[in-house]
């Protein structure tokens, strides 16, 4: 009967120890954020998309610091083609407490809030990356609807350096003269 417990003790820690799932290493945010410099347009270049994204063209994610502190987000995309139906969604965003205000919790449907992280900002607040702990989506954003070849090299580095495939990652179509749409209600 020993025998048989021990048996079953040792199956039971050999299954639970099979269905651990892997623990990430911490997805390190940048030091600091000037949150002034950084509301504004932000062009979505590429992204490992959620599913309101799959066919988004012309993306564009907009920040605004409101009073409060919190950061009201109006992303806009056309659906399906350059020229498809305007898509917008107004998520917020509230910068956690301790973090350079480079973690956010994002919230798209009250009372949840998901894990937004700057992982990667250059010195003049021109490129972007926002990444998650899980690793399950990211986002490439520039100022600008492009960027040249050694700037996209360098942002997909640190993209993939992060622990993404690269193969998930979709390229976000523009048109090259899009205008802004900060204005926009």
Request: with cysteine.
């Amino acid at each position: 009967m020993r025998k048989l417990y021990r048996f079953v003790v040792v199956f039971m820690v050999v299954i639970l120890a099979g269905c651990a799932t892997r623990r990430l290493p911490e997805l390190q945010p940048v030091a600091e954020v000037d949150l002034q410099r950084f509301m504004g347009d932000w062009y979505v270049l590429a992204a490992i998309p959620t599913r309101i994204e799959r066919e988004a063209y012309n993306a564009v994610e907009s920040y605004r610091l409101n009073s409060k502190g919190d950061i009201d987000t109006t992303f806009t995309f056309n659906k399906g083609g350059l020229d498809g139906p305007l898509k917008t969604y107004r998520p917020r965003g509230f910068v956690r407490e301790g973090t350079g205000n480079a973690v956010w919790g994002m919230q798209f449907i009250w009372p949840i809030k998901a894990d937004f992280r700057i992982i990667d900002l250059d010195r003049d607040y021109q490129t972007v990356i926002i990444g998650r702990q899980k690793r399950d989506y990211v986002w490439i954003m520039s100022r600008s609807p492009q960027v040249g070849e050694e700037t996209w090299s360098r942002l997909l580095q640190v993209v993939a350096d992060a622990g993404y495939d690269l193969d998930a990652l979709r390229r976000v179509p523009h048109r090259t003269a899009l205008t802004t749409r900060s204005d926009q209600p």
